[in-house]
């Protein structure tokens, strides 16, 4: 069975400075794997995904992810934050087509003024 | 952009009562999915339907729990008799139209269920 590890539970940079989230995951085939992010009290809205081809994916607010085979990780990143980036960031994986998807206990992220 | 929407937002139910969450998920998905959140935890796994019957189940989601498409348009969630622990985000999600290659999740923006 799949699983996700996001070793940081909070993570806190300046505003402007750059972000790199972890996500580590367990699978033995080729994974499908997600980013989402959560502000509070609200839904998960889909950041990116990689399914497979290019290991960099770009996805909406200016984030990127690589999948790194090797180290089993898809990291989340963003050259510069911006105060609105505030919020839980919750990284999954998927083993197969429009199979379930199992998220990491997300890290929070906070932003410095 | 088509979305998967969610009622009621927010209930508060007493325990040991019936409790019945619906969504809408995006018309002409094929996959659809319960997840909940316990507050301050991660987003859970509950159950995934396709074609009309139920095609994978976790632990959570034991015989208090039951999912209906009753049309071609709902997906709703029963939780027969809640439980203090039934509290949380509940999340309806679907995913799969027809031609795509993967799967993409999409979430609705969850129903609070808060039971005292």
């Known amino acids: 069975a799949q699983s996700v590890t996001q070793p940081d539970i909070h993570i806190t940079v300046s505003e402007g400075a750059s972000l790199e989230l972890r996500c580590n995951y367990s699978?033995?085939?080729?994974?499908?794997l997600f980013w989402y992010v959560q502000s509070p009290g609200q839904g998960l809205q889909l950041l990116l995904k990689?399914?497979?081809?290019?290991?960099l994916v770009q996805g909406i607010k200016g984030f990127e992810a690589e999948f790194k085979r090797s180290q089993s990780s898809f990291n989340l990143r963003k050259p510069s934050v911006h105060w609105s980036d505030a919020a839980e960031y919750f990284c999954?994986?998927?083993?197969?087509?429009?199979?379930?998807?199992?998220f990491g206990k997300g890290t929070r992220l906070h932003i410095l003024p | 952009e088509p979305e998967v929407t969610q009622t009621p937002s927010h209930q508060v139910t007493q325990m040991g009562q019936e409790v019945i969450l619906r969504c809408v998920p995006i018309?002409?998905?094929?996959?659809f999915y319960w997840y909940r959140q316990i507050l301050g935890q991660k987003v859970e796994f509950l159950v995934s339907?396709?074609?009309?019957?139920?095609?994978?189940k976790s632990e959570i989601f034991d015989d208090q729990f039951s999912v209906e498409r009753p049309d071609g348009s709902n997906f709703t969630l029963k939780i027969r008799s809640t439980k203090l622990e039934d509290s949380a985000m509940y999340f309806c999600?679907?995913?799969?139209?027809?031609?795509?290659?993967?799967?993409?999740?999409?979430f609705g923006e969850g129903s609070w269920l808060t039971v005292v």
């Open positions: 699978y033995g085939a080729t994974p499908y």
């Open positions: 990689y399914f497979s081809g290019d290991t």
């Open positions: 999954a994986v998927g083993a197969g087509r429009d199979d379930k998807i199992i």
């Open positions: 339907f396709y074609n009309n019957e139920i095609s994978e």
């Open positions: 999600a679907s995913s799969g139209p027809l031609g795509s290659t993967g799967n993409t999740i999409y």
């Open positions: 018309s002409n998905h094929l996959y």
